[in-house]
């Protein structure tokens, strides 16, 4: 499990508190209550998200088809130091095709959630680069982020890194 | 024969006197009432000026008053010269959290905030107005306060629900060039670090050493943990508890803590539980100190709790009108100190010791603004006047009696101003505390003058001397 090193500056300090690497089945267990979180945080913005609930059996089924597909990208990260083998954080993303549009491939980053204590001293970059590179690697030529509109910490997070909004997704309930 | 009453043990309540303390409650606030419908609000504006005939009016209005609005149309900052800007806060409340009552609306607050300008009157000197105002956000109160604050020389955030104070405090201070305090924030947490401070020196203990439990995480205890911090407590020695239990790392709603209340979820991060897990039990575990600033309910803080906590804890059951846990209760624990927030028992951590030497002192330097410096620096004078008459387990802090303390207060708030950098009026400590002397003591002058002449009705349920 050799770390494929970021080359830029922001991810060293990240690379000294966690560690990322592709999650494995049993990670799952780990992963499932980090994902929970992350939907659960999504319903803070917006009524719309609210997490149903059979969310957490939903979770499990989810993390095991990511892992069975190739076009995915499911990303464990592990605490280092005292917290070494403890998972802090889960990364979801995925390689759709674009048929009307070039680039034909996007890499969609669907959830990344970290543990409160390991966000900030460029954590969020280091995780952000290592799946765009790996969304890279299936091909993707362009990156896409999903996250609740009411999110303006993520957007932020996403607008300094050179992401702008490019579709919108308008919800009423029926 | 008050002083009889005061020596009885003032704090043995049992449930029988825990009634009659209700029924006192319920009695104040009939008079409350009655006193409030007999003299219909407690102000009038009194002009300092002589007024002998409309002539007089030719100067203090117009023709000749446009000749002041042209220096201060070329000079501004002269509205604090010229005017009575200098000396004049607005007392400004949404009426969102007041006393008790709670979220009771700015017409119910307006006595309440009366009752507020006149301590600050009483006890600082300052004109204070009250302004409850009828805004749906925070952000439509920062507008509302940044449209009035050409009158005012500070302001002074009142009864404003928390974590939403925060929020309008730093917004309020960051944008406006005159002092905002928030008294449930720093008014509470500068009397309480006050008395800490000298809590630890009864029982010699240093800050860097002491393990530290706060419970509740509302606008007091937030603060307190950030002074705390600033004076040296290690943080990882500081566990911070509300009504989930343990402020960790872990919990799961630290993210919804950091949508609603970064200033919470930053001190979750910072303290990291103090590492501790669990609930207040296991906080309390080898602790030296207790401060709750919580629930009004006696039975917070069981006796069991406080036995567990380090040798001679020190507990601070801050919870009005009921503390967290009597304090008969937590000596008997083994408690080596105790305060309250109540003036019945020993040791009354008041914010009414802080608030007004502190506009005092910020209005006589016209700071710009009330960093956390300040505040330490009212609490340190405030702690430094107690241990000079003589620190006791019962005489931790000044009482409201002792108010020969209040002018050494706005003097050291004032001349730490000037040595911050953000005093427009840069005297020496002196010539600050010869100034707030003077100050302070006006309205009392006043108020006996007016009383004397019967301008001022008496009460009218007191008997008055020589008609009984």
């Known amino acids: 499990m050799t770390h494929p090193g970021g080359s830029s500056a922001a991810s060293h300090g990240a690379e000294d508190r966690i560690r990322l690497r592709p999650a494995r089945r049993e990670d799952l267990p780990h992963l499932v209550p980090l994902l929970l979180r992350l939907k659960r945080l999504n319903e803070e913005f917006d009524p719309l998200l609210k997490v149903r609930a059979d ?91 999903e996250f609740p509109t009411q999110n303006e910490i993520a957007a932020r997070f996403y607008a300094k890194r050179g992401f702008r909004p490019i579709t919108a997704l308008h919800a009423r309930t029926l | 024969m008050g002083d009889v009453a005061r020596s009885s043990p003032p704090d043995a309540v049992d449930p029988s006197s825990a009634e009659a303390e209700a029924n006192q409650t319920v009695e104040l606030g009939r008079r409350a009432v009655r006193l409030a419908r007999f003299y219909h609000g407690k102000f009038e504006t009194v002009p300092s000026v002589p007024v002998r005939s409309l002539e007089d009016f030719a100067v203090w209005y117009t023709p000749g008053i446009a000749a002041v609005s042209e220096e201060i149309r070329q000079e501004p900052e002269l509205s604090f010269d010229l005017t009575g800007r200098w000396n004049t806060i607005a007392i400004v409340t949404d009426g969102s959290r007041v006393l008790g009552l709670g979220d009771i609306g700015p017409e119910a607050a307006m006595p309440v905030m009366e009752g507020k300008a006149l301590l600050f009157r009483t006890l600082g000197g300052v004109n204070a107005v009250p302004l409850p105002l009828a805004v749906s956000s925070p952000e439509e109160l920062v507008e509302t306060v940044l449209h009035l604050a050409p009158a005012f020389g500070g302001i002074n955030l009142e009864d404003i629900a928390s974590p939403k104070c925060f929020h309008i405090l730093e917004e309020l201070a960051r944008r406006l060039p005159i002092p905002v305090w928030h008294d449930d924030q720093l008014g509470t947490a500068a009397a309480t670090v006050a008395g800490l401070l000298n809590a630890l020196k009864l029982t010699d203990r240093s800050l860097g050493e002491v393990r530290t439990v706060l419970l509740g995480a509302g606008a007091a205890n937030l603060v307190t ?63 030296d100190v207790l401060v709750a600033a919580s629930t009004p309910d006696p039975n917070t803080v069981k006796p069991e709790m406080v036995r567990s906590m380090r040798a001679r804890p020190i507990v601070f059951a801050l919870a009005n009108p009921v503390p967290e846990i009597w304090p008969t209760t937590a000596r008997e624990a083994g408690a080596a100190i105790v305060a309250t927030g109540r003036g019945d028992f020993p040791n009354q951590v008041n914010n009414s010791l802080v608030f007004p030497a502190v506009f005092r002192g910020v209005l006589d330097a016209r700071a710009s603004r009330i960093p956390d410096e300040i505040v330490l620096a009212a609490a340190k004078e405030l702690a430094r006047h107690a241990a000079e008459r003589g620190l006791t387990p019962e005489h931790l802090l000044p009482t409201m009696e002792e108010r020969e303390v209040f002018p050494f207060v706005a003097a050291a708030v004032a001349t730490e101003a000037v040595r911050l950098g953000i005093a427009r009026r840069k005297l020496s400590h002196e010539e600050f505390l010869a100034q707030a002397r003077e100050r302070m003591s006006r309205p009392a002058a006043l108020s006996k003058a007016l009383t004397d002449a019967g301008l001022i009705h008496p009460m009218p349920d007191e008997p008055r001397e020589g008609v009984e």
């Open chain 1, 55 to 145: 969310a957490e059996e939903r979770a499990q089924a989810v993390l095991e088809a990511d892992l069975e597909n190739p076009q995915s990208v499911l990303l464990a990260a592990e605490g280092s130091g005292a917290d070494h083998g403890k998972l802090v954080g889960i990364v979801r993303a995925t390689v759709r095709e674009r048929p009307f549009y070039t680039p034909e491939k996007e890499g969609v980053i669907l959830d990344i959630y970290l543990l409160p204590l390991y966000r900030r001293h460029g954590v969020g970059e280091y995780l952000l680069e290592e799946t765009t590179r790996r969304l890279a690697e299936r091909g993707a030529g362009i990156v896409t982020a």
């Open chain 2, 225 to 287: 943990a950030r002074l705390l911090v600033a004076l040296g407590h290690d943080p990882h020695r500081l566990t911070v508890v509300d009504h989930k239990g343990i402020l960790d790392a872990d919990r799961e709603d630290l993210d919804e803590l950091m949508l609603r209340n970064r200033w919470k979820y930053k001190l979750a991060l910072q303290t990291l539980g103090g590492g501790r897990r669990g609930s207040l039990s296991d906080a309390l575990v080898d602790a």
